[in-house]
Protein backbone atom coordinates (compact mmCIF):
# COMPACT_ATOMS: atom_id res chain seq x y z
CA UNK A 1 0.00 0.00 0.00
CA UNK A 2 1.10 3.49 -0.47
CA UNK A 3 0.37 6.84 1.83
CA UNK A 4 -3.05 7.22 -0.54
CA UNK A 5 -4.13 4.02 1.09
CA UNK A 6 -4.61 2.50 -2.78
CA UNK A 7 -2.68 -0.80 -3.47
CA UNK A 8 -0.69 -0.52 -6.31
CA UNK A 9 -2.97 -2.51 -8.58
CA UNK A 10 -5.64 -0.33 -7.43
CA UNK A 11 -3.53 2.85 -8.36
CA UNK A 12 -2.58 1.64 -11.07
CA UNK A 13 -5.99 0.82 -12.35
CA UNK A 14 -7.13 4.08 -11.73
CA UNK A 15 -4.11 5.44 -13.62
CA UNK A 16 -5.26 3.24 -16.63
CA UNK A 17 -9.27 4.06 -16.22
CA UNK A 18 -7.73 8.08 -16.58
CA UNK A 19 -5.81 7.53 -19.16
CA UNK A 20 -7.99 8.02 -22.10
CA UNK A 21 -9.69 11.65 -20.18
CA UNK A 22 -6.17 12.77 -19.29
CA UNK A 23 -5.07 11.82 -23.32
CA UNK A 24 -8.23 13.90 -24.14
CA UNK A 25 -7.31 16.65 -22.27
CA UNK A 26 -3.55 16.93 -23.36
CA UNK A 27 -5.17 17.28 -26.73
CA UNK A 28 -6.78 20.20 -26.26
CA UNK A 29 -5.79 23.29 -27.08
CA UNK A 30 -5.04 26.03 -24.85
CA UNK A 31 -7.87 28.48 -25.75
CA UNK A 32 -10.44 25.40 -25.11
CA UNK A 33 -8.60 24.33 -22.15
CA UNK A 34 -9.34 27.49 -20.30
CA UNK A 35 -13.43 27.68 -21.54
CA UNK A 36 -13.46 24.67 -20.05
CA UNK A 37 -12.04 25.52 -16.73
CA UNK A 38 -14.45 28.84 -16.92
CA UNK A 39 -17.44 26.95 -18.00
CA UNK A 40 -16.85 23.88 -16.15
CA UNK A 41 -18.43 20.48 -16.87
CA UNK A 42 -21.34 18.41 -14.98
CA UNK A 43 -21.33 15.09 -15.72
CA UNK A 44 -25.33 15.38 -15.63
CA UNK A 45 -25.51 17.94 -18.60
CA UNK A 46 -22.43 15.77 -20.00
CA UNK A 47 -22.64 11.94 -20.23
CA UNK A 48 -20.64 11.36 -22.80
CA UNK A 49 -17.56 13.72 -21.01
CA UNK A 50 -15.98 11.40 -18.75
CA UNK A 51 -13.67 14.68 -17.34
CA UNK A 52 -14.11 16.13 -13.96
CA UNK A 53 -13.33 19.69 -12.79
CA UNK A 54 -10.45 18.53 -11.02
CA UNK A 55 -8.64 16.55 -14.06
CA UNK A 56 -9.17 19.90 -16.05
CA UNK A 57 -7.35 21.63 -13.13
CA UNK A 58 -4.49 19.67 -13.09
CA UNK A 59 -3.94 19.77 -16.70
CA UNK A 60 -4.49 23.98 -16.63
CA UNK A 61 -1.28 23.12 -13.77
CA UNK A 62 0.56 20.86 -15.88
CA UNK A 63 0.40 23.47 -18.65
CA UNK A 64 1.39 26.13 -16.25
CA UNK A 65 4.62 23.76 -15.18
CA UNK A 66 5.42 23.26 -18.50
CA UNK A 67 5.37 26.84 -19.33
CA UNK A 68 6.74 27.66 -16.79
CA UNK A 69 9.91 25.55 -17.50
CA UNK A 70 9.77 26.90 -21.28
CA UNK A 71 9.94 30.15 -19.72
CA UNK A 72 12.86 29.29 -17.33
CA UNK A 73 15.08 27.52 -20.19
CA UNK A 74 14.58 30.93 -22.30
CA UNK A 75 15.62 33.16 -19.56
CA UNK A 76 18.71 30.72 -19.16
CA UNK A 77 19.48 30.72 -23.16
CA UNK A 78 18.74 34.80 -23.15
CA UNK A 79 21.42 35.27 -20.11
CA UNK A 80 24.03 33.10 -22.25
CA UNK A 81 23.21 34.88 -24.97
CA UNK A 82 24.08 37.96 -23.33
CA UNK A 83 27.09 36.56 -21.22
CA UNK A 84 28.50 35.55 -24.51
CA UNK A 85 27.56 39.10 -25.99
CA UNK A 86 28.99 40.98 -23.12
CA UNK A 87 32.55 39.23 -23.43
CA UNK A 88 32.42 39.59 -27.12
CA UNK A 89 31.78 43.38 -26.79
CA UNK A 90 34.70 43.43 -24.11
CA UNK A 91 36.94 41.14 -26.82
CA UNK A 92 36.29 43.82 -29.33
CA UNK A 93 36.67 46.77 -27.20
CA UNK A 94 40.36 45.59 -26.38
CA UNK A 95 41.06 45.09 -30.00
CA UNK A 96 39.42 48.43 -31.10
CA UNK A 97 41.71 49.98 -28.09
CA UNK A 98 44.79 48.59 -29.29
CA UNK A 99 44.10 49.02 -32.80
CA UNK A 100 43.62 52.68 -32.04
CA UNK A 101 47.11 52.79 -29.74
CA UNK A 102 48.52 51.32 -33.14
CA UNK A 103 47.44 53.83 -35.40
CA UNK A 104 48.58 56.29 -33.03
CA UNK A 105 52.03 54.94 -32.81
CA UNK A 106 52.53 54.73 -36.67
CA UNK A 107 51.06 58.18 -36.84
CA UNK A 108 53.77 59.51 -34.38
CA UNK A 109 56.30 57.46 -36.49
CA UNK A 110 55.00 59.52 -39.85
CA UNK A 111 55.31 62.34 -38.63
CA UNK A 112 59.26 62.02 -36.83
CA UNK A 113 59.52 60.56 -41.00
CA UNK A 114 58.34 63.92 -42.32
CA UNK A 115 60.86 65.75 -39.74
CA UNK A 116 63.58 63.86 -40.78
CA UNK A 117 63.51 64.23 -43.96
CA UNK A 118 62.08 67.64 -44.36
CA UNK A 119 65.57 68.62 -42.73
CA UNK A 120 67.28 66.93 -45.33
CA UNK A 121 65.44 67.73 -48.16
CA UNK A 122 66.17 71.91 -46.66
CA UNK A 123 70.02 70.67 -46.25
CA UNK A 124 69.40 69.45 -49.48
CA UNK A 125 68.11 72.34 -50.91
CA UNK A 126 70.57 74.85 -49.64
CA UNK A 127 73.33 72.38 -50.80
CA UNK A 128 71.75 73.36 -54.50
CA UNK A 129 71.18 76.63 -54.03
CA UNK A 130 75.08 76.81 -52.76
CA UNK A 131 76.14 74.85 -55.74
CA UNK A 132 74.59 76.79 -58.08
CA UNK A 133 75.85 80.25 -56.44
CA UNK A 134 79.27 78.48 -56.83
CA UNK A 135 78.25 77.51 -60.49
CA UNK A 136 76.93 80.85 -61.31
CA UNK A 137 80.47 82.74 -59.96
CA UNK A 138 82.53 80.18 -62.00
CA UNK A 139 80.71 81.08 -64.97
CA UNK A 140 80.95 84.51 -64.62
CA UNK A 141 84.39 84.76 -63.25
CA UNK A 142 84.89 82.78 -66.68
CA UNK A 143 83.16 85.51 -68.89
CA UNK A 144 84.87 88.35 -67.14
CA UNK A 145 88.51 86.62 -67.29
CA UNK A 146 88.23 86.08 -70.92
Known sequence: MDASGLG???????VRAMESGVTDLMNVKDDELVMLHRIGTNHYDLPG???SRR???VEVARRNIDAANRNAAAV???RTSVDMLHTTTQAASASTSEALRDLRDSINDLRNATDKWSTWLVRLTIG???????LAALAIAQVVNR
Open 8 to 14: DGEAQNR
Open 49 to 51: LDI
Open 128 to 134: IFGLTLL
Open 76 to 78: NEL
Open 55 to 57: DIE
